[in-house]
């Protein structure tokens, strides 16, 4: 069964602290890590993409990857009131028999940053 | 502007009706990928078409139905069977393993 855990949270945080995001994944020959934010009614946009381990900073975002521990995390500095919304943390797994992985999404981490 | 389009943006259905989701893109994708999503849910795996004129079933195919006769096209028909069908609905299409979203259709029933 392949699965993507996250803490549903929600995680509130105060304007200007930093925001971590965990996601565990089962498969351990995974190669790519995604990071989406879904604000409330809108659909998933893509935040980051991480396939080495190690970190993968990309303005206040830095993804962050162990594969040996099959974890995945995603840290937001100086969190602003604008990055309140549900992270969505993806992992390409293949099914079975198949060539071609697919993503699997964990449920989500609800994110409240207070001013 | 390149992109993901679906329509539409709300969906109606009457009891025993067949609804049909539209999704397009201009991205030259060849991936796409239909997801359900329920309040305080992750997204489900419905359908997906790697290239035209096939498709694999999802985790939740059942009372769903696909085609991909075009690559940019990949529409959704929600069947009389899906006896639950209220979600928002996500059409996704992956270039260069990266995944995007177009901005989804919110189906509910009367």
């Known amino acids: 069964q392949k699965e993507v855990e996250q803490n549903s949270g929600p995680l509130s945080v105060p304007e200007g602290a930093i925001a971590s995001l965990n996601c565990t994944y089962s498969?351990?020959?995974?190669?790519?890590f995604f990071w989406y934010r879904q604000y409330s009614g809108k659909s998933p946009e893509l935040i980051m993409f991480?396939?080495?381990?190690g970190d993968k900073e990309d303005g206040r975002f830095t993804a962050q990857l162990n594969k040996a521990s099959q974890y995945v995390s995603l840290l937001i500095r100086d969190s602003q009131p604008s990055d309140s919304a549900t992270y969505l943390c993806?992992?390409?797994?293949?099914?079975?028999?198949?060539?071609?992985?697919?993503?699997?999404f964990g449920r989500g981490t609800q994110l409240t940053v207070w001013p | 502007d390149g992109g993901i389009t679906q329509s539409p943006k709300y969906l109606f259905r009457k009891e025993g009706q067949n609804v049909t989701l539209s999704c397009e893109q201009n991205?030259?994708?060849?991936?796409m990928y239909w997801y359900r999503q329920d309040p305080g849910q992750g997204l489900r795996l419905i359908y997906y078409?790697?290239?035209?004129?096939?498709?694999q079933k999802g985790d939740i195919a059942e009372g769903y139905s696909v085609s991909r006769e075009k690559k940019e096209s990949f529409p959704l028909t929600v069947t009389s069977a899906q006896k639950n069908p209220t979600a928002f609905y996500l059409c996704?299409?992956?270039?260069?393993?990266?995944?995007?979203f177009g901005p989804g259709t919110r189906l509910l029933v009367l």
């Open positions: 498969d351990r020959g995974s190669q790519s």
């Open positions: 078409s790697q290239i035209v004129n096939d498709f």
């Open positions: 996704a299409s992956t270039g260069e393993e990266t995944q995007y």
């Open positions: 993806a992992v390409n797994m293949f099914d079975r028999g198949s060539t071609l992985g697919r993503l699997y």
């Open positions: 991480i396939y080495s381990n």
């Open positions: 991205l030259n994708h060849d991936a």
